[in-house]
């Protein structure tokens, strides 16, 4: 089978208040996207349900190298990097229709489960037989780091899940939980005196490089979750956030994410220095190992 490929128009109310897709918005295009590559071959929603099958995304990584913004128009391609009988790596890239430069890429872990007992399953062989291609390009992964089970100092938020945060399935949409964990460091810069309106008034703005996050469990409507965050590494012009979401009572652990960021120039997209009462700001609200 060929790279499946499909084309998108960034839409304006998909961009966020600095006129970016925001972590949440290139989830929902993998999601998307894969949905209609499975319908290429037999895997579409309906044909899943139909044969008792549920696919879980495990883990997504994403590497960002420009941000995407409203009416330009990408494509979105995605492939099977691998498969071992009830869970499999595909890979996937956007970039500008026009020029072919490349916004982000990345990898995306999935399992196959039956949709009565969510027990793994292997779906039919020559089904997936379809999606094999010679010589996949790879996307390089990054282990996921492994999380304390009592972190050291972090900043947390308390949100419940709403009605509008759930999918069809009836759980919180994969999508969100990045969502909330941008919330979260957005809450945590205002409450250091770096609103967004702070950032753009000097011309600066928070770029992620790298997303990285791991789904443990299902959040369902009315949960009650605490949304932690800690500051694994911190340099010059940006740093890595380690974030939890987990849920009360009880502190099971629902999704984890890895947010790699950098300072940035909101014209020119070069990469600046973090200032230094936000540096000792930081350290202060969030002890710093590194």
Not at 113 to 138: G, M, V, W
Not at 196 to 206: G, H, R, V
Not at 250 to 272: F, K, M, R, T
Request: charged share 25%.
């Amino acid at each position: 089978m060929e790279i499946f490929t499909r084309t998108f128009r960034v839409r304006w109310s998909e961009t966020n208040a600095i006129g970016q897709v925001d972590l949440a918005g290139y989830l929902r295009y993998v999601i998307e996207t894969a949905w209609d590559w499975g319908a290429t071959s037999g895997l579409g929603i309906a044909e899943s349900d139909a044969m008792g099958f549920s696919w879980v995304i495990r883990e997504t990584e994403i590497n960002f190298y420009r941000p995407l913004r409203a009416d330009q128009i990408f494509e979105f391609s995605i492939w099977l990097m691998n498969w071992r009988r009830v869970r499999g790596t595909r890979c996937f890239e956007l970039r500008i229709k026009d020029d072919g430069e490349l916004i982000a890429d990345g990898t995306q872990q999935i399992v196959v489960l039956d949709s009565n007992s969510l027990r793994p399953t292997a779906p039919p062989k020559h089904i997936i037989d379809k999606f094999y291609i010679e010589n996949p390009h790879i996307v390089p992964h990054q282990p996921f780091p492994k999380f304390a089970a009592h972190p050291e100092p972090h900043h947390s938020i308390k949100r419940d899940v709403k009605w509008r945060d759930l999918d069809s399935f009836e759980h919180v949409n994969n999508a969100n939980y990045a969502a909330f964990a941008e919330d979260a460091i957005v809450g945590l810069f205002g409450d250091l005196g770096w609103s967004p309106s702070q950032f753009k008034s000097k011309n600066l703005t928070i770029v992620n490089r790298r997303f990285q996050i791991k789904y443990l469990t299902l959040a369902f409507w009315r949960d009650r979750l605490n949304v932690t965050i800690r500051l694994s590494k911190l340099n010059s012009s940006g740093g890595i956030w380690l974030i939890e979401i987990i849920r009360e009572p009880g502190g099971e652990s629902i999704a984890q994410c890895v947010i790699e960021w950098v300072l940035a120039d909101s014209i020119s997209g070069e990469e600046q220095q973090i200032p230094e009462n936000l540096v000792q700001a930081l350290k202060k609200k969030i002890h710093n190992k590194s």
